[in-house]
């Protein structure tokens, strides 16, 4: 009955069929996407909570990350997420130079990302603004270092420099767990694509056979959105 | 019948030979037969430890050891026996090797994450013995912080990350299993004619794959607080460390579940097979365990009723708490009339089964007391809760698990052990279980608290009944050591089905060969299904 699809050399010997291979790699994938929501669930919670708590050291501290860093990774993400989408695209319709050409893309915008994001961290580090002894977001009696609206000038007179010290840490304490973790997985996901990019460029994948290519589109997405609730949290909201 | 009583020719165990033949398997039966021997490594270390504290606790003043190195040996004790032994035991042993011949399918879905799984847990377990050597860690299993951050000057980083990475372990098996049961069920093995075991490892797989990642989550935090001084829960900082406590029991409860959910599944196997008897109520028992696998994520809080949560929230998680009862008490019903005009027998695994209802209701019955506010007050921290949660997790999840190697034993390796002696364990078990943790309910009510290596004189008569306990205890579970292993070679031949026991499993020959099915069975009958033939045949012998 399935003598076609059982010759094919993909087929892994638990399954009947290629489509039954097909549909487990999917459910296991989201299965997987489940998980990570819980993962990155956990810190959104105690964003939530300290944002609730410590309103104003989270305005101040979200308006001294600069802005345009934060835009233009969320564009190049979004576009490393189209490239992504136009390599699956590729597989399935069997274009393996295309395949290979979008993949390299998508891990050069991935790149691009994770360099934009090593400038904003160094600059954090030159400016004592990660979290431990070597501290300091407001030296009292100099004006902070970065831009403030009337809002914010506001917000930092209602508050002591002393306990915006200690608050702010924990914004930032927040800030490199969540965009470390978030790099971390673009490591991962780039590192994957680097092994999907290889078996294209062997022609592995074809219309009947491209579940890695979908699976890899499926982690990166995941990544992408993560971004994109990471971005707002933690640059755009309330900036004064 | 003798006829059909012996070893096939080729099986999983002799189908390939070689220490790279093992560690490189993909084959579930072979993984499952490596993970029962490194649980059985950890539990005896965990088994050890507690071994130490009840040495300890056999004498008022703390003479035997050092608080500082009891601290160590609770807490060692704690993180052993619930991440590298509960944890994985049943799951990892007996629903990796059963689950594939149950549904009629050849392996799991995914077998090379399978033994990656296994390859996570091994490490993650490194990682753990490793902090153990180097020094141990004083924190207890729960790594509460602010002393886990910033006080405790042992080694919390490698037994927090080997928990860390033993978590991953334990979602991937559970997301295995969930591909597995919905995408490789054999033709006419529809949901409702699942073994109840596979329901019960269903449930446990929601656990595993929803809750661990927020483990994992926490243990990020608090190690970016103690290696780099971030400050997410240091409360200098404004940091609270009661969010640590949240975030630690949205999974260490359900945790407990993950522990005991897959028992249950195994009672409803052992208690239906040996009772020749329809399981009553198949669809409650089925849906029993999803309903406990979601009451358990909505009753975290009843860990912290003493750790400053609004009085309104304790009140919602103290109603919550006892709706876990209603699922749990579905099953212990639906078992108990199971047996009713059954055809019952008290082979080795049916004693398990009777310990495991009597002290399954104990323990259940006492977390009431516990999800009470006004009596929790009174017993938390205590002794009382320690029994509580062993009547649970030794008392139920280990039984279970005994019972369910006991039951399928026979499949695994194809020889029978020796019934007498097994039947002395079990009652060794039951006994020796009772008189080590009944006692501590009473001291733990006339307020002993617990992490503690010396108490007052007053106290003695019941610790050293506890202790006597333990020793017989640990001689119950050291005797099926013993004649597991002589049975391999001098166990008298079992046959595909030495119980009369219904079930695919029980329909291929034992040990299985490498593929399970040479052919994928079409299934045609509901589960548990005893004809009156085999029924009477086991009756004659």
């Known amino acids: ?240 | 019948m003798d006829a059909i009583r012996t070893i096939p020719a080729t099986h999983y165990l002799n189908n390939g030979h070689g220490l790279a033949s093992w560690l490189l398997t993909k084959d579930h039966k072979r993984i499952a037969i490596m993970y029962l021997v490194t649980i059985s490594f950890f539990f005896f270390l965990g088994g050890l430890m507690a071994a130490g504290i009840r040495l300890e606790l056999a004498t008022p003043q703390g003479d035997f050891v050092a608080a500082d190195t009891y601290n160590k040996m609770f807490t060692l004790h704690g993180v052993i026996m619930v991440f590298f032994f509960l944890i994985p035991s049943i799951p990892a042993v007996l629903g990796n090797f059963l689950i594939p011949p149950m549904i009629g399918a050849r392996d799991l879905a995914f077998p090379r994450i399978n033994l990656l799984s296994y390859y996570l847990y091994l490490v993650g377990g490194m990682f753990t013995l490793g902090a153990m050597l180097s020094g141990g860690v004083d924190t207890g299993w729960t790594f509460y912080t602010p002393y886990s951050a910033a006080a405790s000057n042992t080694s919390v980083i490698p037994t927090a990350l080997g928990v860390f990475i033993a978590g991953f372990s334990s979602i991937l098996t559970g997301l295995n299993f969930i591909v597995t049961i919905h995408r490789m069920r054999a033709p006419g093995m529809t949901w409702f004619r699942l073994p109840l075991f596979v329901w019960a490892h269903y449930a446990t797989s929601l656990i595993q794959v929803l809750g661990t990642p927020v483990i994992a989550i926490t243990i990020v935090m608090l190690g970016v607080e103690r290696a780099f001084g971030f400050g997410i829960f240091d409360p200098a900082r404004g940091g609270d460390p009661v969010l640590f406590q949240h975030l630690f029991w949205f999974y260490s409860h359900p945790a407990v579940y993950i522990m005991i959910l897959p028992a249950l599944g195994v009672m409803s196997e052992l208690i239906a097979n040996f009772s020749k008897k329809k399981i009553f109520g198949y669809s409650f028992v089925a849906f029993s365990s999803l309903a406990i696998a979601v009451f358990g994520f909505i009753v975290w809080a009843h860990h912290m009723f003493v750790s400053g949560i609004s009085v309104y929230a304790a009140m919602v998680f103290s109603f919550l708490s006892f709706s876990v009862a209603i699922p749990s008490a579905v099953k212990v019903f639906n078992w108990t009339a199971t047996l009713y005009k059954g055809a019952i027998s008290f082979e080795t695994p049916m004693l398990y089964a009777y310990g495991f209802m009597g002290l399954f209701a104990i323990g259940g019955l006492t977390g009431l007391f516990l999800a009470t506010l006004g009596t929790d007050i009174h017993m938390h921290d205590t002794y009382f809760v320690v029994a509580h949660f062993h009547y649970i997790m030794v008392g139920g999840a280990i039984m279970g698990y005994l019972g369910g190697l006991h039951f399928w034993w026979p499949k695994m390796t194809g020889r029978m052990y020796s019934e007498f002696l097994s039947r002395i364990s079990a009652i060794l078990v039951f006994v020796g279980f009772n008189l080590t943790f009944f006692p501590q309910f009473i001291v733990g009510y006339l307020g002993m608290p617990r992490r503690y290596h010396a108490y007052p004189d007053e106290f003695q008569v019941l610790n050293v009944l506890s202790s006597a306990g333990a020793s017989v205890l640990g001689l119950g579970y050291l005797l099926p050591v013993i004649y597991f292993v002589y049975s391999l070679k001098r166990g008298e031949v079992a046959g595909p089905n030495p119980w009369g026991a219904s079930g695919l499993e029980w329909e291929i020959p034992s040990p299985p060969p490498t593929e399970n099915f040479a052919v994928i069975p079409r299934v045609t009958t509901e589960p548990y299904e005893f004809t009156p033939h085999v029924a009477r045949e086991r009756e004659l012998v």
């Open chain 1, 1 to 240: 009955m399935h003598a076609h699809a059982a010759h094919h050399p993909a087929l892994q010997h638990q399954f009947q069929t290629m489509s039954q291979q097909k549909e487990s790699a999917v459910l296991g994938m989201w299965a997987f996407l489940l998980t990570e929501v819980l993962f990155f669930g956990g810190l959104f919670m105690a964003y939530m909570l300290y944002r609730t708590w410590y309103h104003d050291a989270f305005v101040l501290a979200s308006t001294s990350i600069t802005i345009f860093w934060g835009l233009l990774n969320t564009v190049v993400l979004i576009g490393s997420s189209l490239t992504m989408a136009l390599a699956v695209r590729s597989a399935q319709i069997n274009q393996r130079k295309a395949t290979v050409m979008w993949l390299i893309a998508t891990m050069v915008l991935g790149t691009v990302f994770l360099g934009v994001k090593v400038i904003e961290y160094a600059d954090k580090f030159e400016h004592h603004h990660v979290p431990g002894p070597e501290y300091a977001f407001i030296e009292p009696g100099h004006e902070p270092i970065f831009e403030l609206g009337p809002h914010g000038r506001e917000l930092l007179e209602r508050n002591s420099a002393e306990s915006l010290n200690r608050t702010t840490q924990i914004f930032f304490s927040l800030y490199f767990t969540m965009t470390g973790l978030h790099a971390l997985h673009m490591i991962i996901g780039i590192g994957l694509m680097c092994v999907i990019t290889w078996m294209a460029w062997k022609g592995r994948f074809s219309s009947e056979y491209y579940t890695p290519v979908e699976m890899s589109g499926l982690y990166w997405h995941f990544v992408d959105i993560v971004w994109i609730f990471l971005f707002p949290l933690l640059y755009l909201i309330d900036r004064s």
